[in-house]
């Protein structure tokens, strides 16, 4: 019972703290509901919205870090919320033009959303206010959690419409649509929001919550030391031996390496982040060593990009 009461004072926490992230996430939810309702074709209209929805969530979880790191007072805060509307505006206006949801469109919500998302874990520790590996961590483990009890949530509900549908009454299969939603958009994003703490906060309260989300735990210790790095470093051996294979037959590859070096260089990275709070002997070597192995492995990367280039000029997938 206290641990319920005790998530469901962070969700309420974490609605006043993220105001504009919360407003969004409702609207997603509403504007998602109908698109089920329609049981159609929704068009680009309404998929333009789900896009601009998920900018502006990710842009009111930035503006309360940025809060936070600088100014706390009510005049910063209206000047930061309303420079934070102008860039939802201006991210409206360039995707409003398109005709459809195509290939820029996708591409360009996604390269805005990762820059954000990039921006909302640096300002924390922007000029050393705090360890930018212990941010990452944080998201990281708020990240598996949200999504651990989001996915007990929904089995849960889904068994329990399942067994009123079979038992008692038939239910109308669009609200098996309608709970996901409001489990895996609402209720998990919202979860997620609770378990970050104040990370530029002197309050106790605050303290106590950042020191409790920045304990690395054993399990993760375990998972990233003795399998998510040798199963970088085994993915590192095969792209090398592809570039020998390339420099021995001065055959350069045709557009299979570029999904490949940039899955390994965001796993890579995101493993490299988490080891940097190991001190293990595996953490240790590829702390030192990662650095130096993903260098020559994107130049391969970018001088196969150049080729292309010159070849075949620039698209829209080779210019991301």
């Known amino acids: 019972m206290k641990f319920i009461m005790r998530s469901f004072q962070g969700l309420v926490d974490a609605i006043k703290r993220f105001p504009l992230a919360f407003l969004s996430l409702v609207a997603e939810t509403c504007l998602l509901w109908y698109l089920i309702a329609l049981d159609r074709d929704p068009g680009a209209f309404y998929l333009k919205w789900v896009f601009l929805l998920m900018v502006s969530t990710v842009v ?9 790191r600088f100014n706390r007072s009510l005049k910063f805060k209206l000047i930061a919320y309303g420079i934070s509307l102008g860039l939802i505006a201006v991210y409206a206006l360039i995707i409003w033009p398109s005709p459809e949801i195509d290939y ?9 959303l990762f820059a954000l998302i990039c921006a909302a874990l640096y300002v924390p520790s922007y000029k050393q206010s705090f360890e930018f590996n212990l941010v990452a961590l944080t998201a990281f483990k708020a990240i598996f959690t949200s999504v651990l009890y989001a996915l007990v949530l ?13 038992l008692l ?3 109308d299969e669009k609200f098996y649509g309608y709970t996901a939603v ?3 958009v609402l209720f998990m994003i ?3 929001l609770s378990l970050l703490p104040d990370f530029n906060s002197q309050d106790e309260k605050a303290i106590a919550h950042r020191n409790e989300q920045t304990d690395y735990p054993k399990l993760l210790s375990i998972l990233i030391s003795y399998i998510a790095i040798p199963l970088v470093t085994i993915y590192s051996l095969v792209l090398f031996a592809y ?10 590859p045709i557009g299979q390496l570029g999904p490949m070096v940039l899955a390994y260089s965001m796993a890579g990275l995101v493993v490299y982040v988490l080891a940097s709070n190991l001190s293990n002997a595996f953490a240790k070597i590829y702390q030192r060593a990662f650095p130096f192995v993903w260098i020559p492995i994107v130049l391969t990367q970018l001088i196969s990009i150049t080729i292309r280039l010159k070849a075949y000029g620039i698209t829209e997938s080779r210019y991301y």
């Open 60 to 68: 009111g979880i930035s503006v309360e870090f940025v809060i936070e």
């Open 104 to 112: 820029l469109v996708g591409t360009r919500s996604a390269v805005t």
């Open 154 to 166: 929904f089995l849960g509900l889904f068994a329990t419409i399942a067994s009123i549908d079979l």
């Open 169 to 171: 009454f038939n239910i």
């Open 182 to 184: 409001l489990v895996w």
């Open 190 to 192: 919202t979860y997620f």
């Open 243 to 252: 570039i020998v294979k390339i420099i021995v037959t001065f055959i350069w």
